[in-house]
């Protein structure tokens, strides 16, 4: 049977054979989009950058955009718009839970503050829809529009949940469907769109990502309880210390 680990690292040369060269080029598109005149955004956008992170988004995206037969310029910039969106949500998280590490390092509120934190999200979140526009394809747009405010209504939601103390396995499967996997599903749908995808086609990969999207945060908020934290890049129990009712915990308490 193969191991955990070396699945992983077959997984990881796979799509590095998949969708490696294009991946370089998202990484150089991320880097431009970071340099800025202002020092504090150039300064944490070297921060940001360095800290890496699996880029599982703009992954899916390319890797939904070959399953359509097409690979380009289109996927490799709207690999970078979706990436930098998601960098600018996971700034604001950091601020939103007083998270003191990102990816195995101090995230950036720590290191720069609240305020600078959330500008500099706010900048990342500007740069990415000034990127998609470049696109200009109404369906990508609203594509990513949706996505947005689904995302966001779903971080108020978890907020309030938070605030109640109670969070009921409905309230947490809207959280993490609104918040992750409607993220991932227009990754997915954005692959397929640049591609021209028959709409047949197009609905089946955004279904696929939010499938993909589901399974992923289940999987990231079990690993809250059982990983260490140099796998995890982050304190463990820090979704608990933070007051969030993860489906493990919710389960716990209903069986208890």
Known sequence: MTAPTDLEALLK?????AVGSEMRAIEEAIARQLDSPVSLIREMGDFI???GGKRLRPILLLMASRVAGYSGPRAVRMGCVVELLHTATLIHDDVVDQAPLR???PSANARWGDDASILVGDHLY???FALM???GTAAVLETLARATVSM???EVLQLECKRSGSTSEADYL???TQKT???ISACCRIGALVAGAAEQQVEALTRYGLDIGIAFQLSDDSLDFVADQGRLGKAIGADLKEGKRTLPLIATLERA
């Open 103 to 105: 990816r195995g390092r």
């Open 13 to 17: 040369e796979r799509v590095v054979l």
């Open 152 to 154: 966001t209504e779903a």
């Open 181 to 183: 996997a409607s993220f």
């Open 126 to 128: 500007s740069k990415s």
């Open 133 to 135: 526009v470049e696109d």
């Open 174 to 176: 809207r959280i993490i």
């Open 49 to 51: 950058a360095g800290a």
